[in-house]
T-cell receptor, first 113, second 115 residues
Framework: DAGITQSPRHKVTETGTPVTLRCHQTENHRYMYWYRQDPGHGLRLIHY???????DKGEVSDGYSVSRSKTEDFLLTLESATSSQTSVYFCATAGQGYQETQYFGPGTRLLVL | AQSVTQPDIHITVSEGASLELRCNYSYGATPYLFWYVQSPGQGLQLLLK??????LVQGIKGFEAEFKRSQSSFNLRKPSVHWSDAAEYFC?????????????FGAGTRLTVKP
């Protein structure tokens, strides 16, 4: 498995506060992804990065922003958390190439009160 | 629309029994196909993948999956289930995007194993 860590692993916050989740990888993978997992929906892509400072939106990007200032770190920010953003967030990485597989981190459980 | 359907939300099988988890996809071409497993509180672990070639794919932990183009299916099988297989299973596909940004996941099938 790719060396992917996420921090924090659990977080409780209040509506309206900013929240930043961090994904760190040691595999030097070019691509990084943020997903959210909700019951009945599987995983849905929030944002992804195809290189340092190169990011793009996914399927459910509203209310989220991302940054990638170096290869190993990909940050997900909720500028003003809402209860609808209560979810489990997964980071994934993939190397370059058509047949690369995505590898997932352990997840961050976020509760917005 | 591109989508993955896992018709069974929850399946219960007895330990030692065979298992088949169903997966159907909707995509305009033959996608790359995956099965992941998620144990409680854990991330997703890749079980197996299909890119091309032999339509019967072997994975880890004794799992296999068969790609059937005519049925747009990629069902996961195991001949004898172990208690440790209890988990949630996700079928996924991705298309031909070079950025690998078009993964689509099914809603998951939760597997319970009875002693």
């Amino acid at each position: 498995d790719a060396g992917i860590t996420q921090s924090p692993r659990h977080k409780v916050t209040e509506t309206g506060t900013p929240v930043t989740l961090r994904c760190h990888q040691t595999e030097n993978h070019r691509y990084m992804y943020w997903y959210r997992q909700d019951p009945g929906h599987g995983l849905r892509l929030i944002h992804y990065s195809y290189g340092v400072k190169d990011t793009d939106k996914g399927e459910v990007s509203d209310g989220y922003s991302v940054s990638r200032s170096k290869t190993e770190d990909f940050l997900l920010t909720l500028e003003s958390a809402t209860s609808s953003q209560t979810s489990v967030y997964f980071c994934a990485t993939a190397g370059q190439g058509y047949q690369e597989t995505q590898y997932f981190g352990p997840g961050t459980r976020l509760l917005v009160l | 629309a591109q989508s993955v359907t896992q018709p069974d939300i929850h399946i219960t099988v007895s330990e030692g029994a065979s298992l088949e988890l169903r997966c159907n996809y909707s995509y305009g071409a033959t996608p790359y196909l995956f099965w992941y497993v998620q144990s409680p509180g854990q991330g997703l672990q890749l079980l197996l993948k299909y890119f091309s070639g032999d339509t019967l794919v072997q994975g880890i932990k004794g799992f296999e999956a068969e790609f059937k183009r005519s049925q747009s299916s990629f069902n996961l099988r195991k001949p004898s289930v172990h208690w440790s297989d209890a988990a949630e299973y996700f079928c996924a596909f991705r298309g031909l995007s070079y950025n690998n940004n078009d993964m689509r996941f099914g809603a998951g099938t939760r597997l319970t194993v009875k002693p």
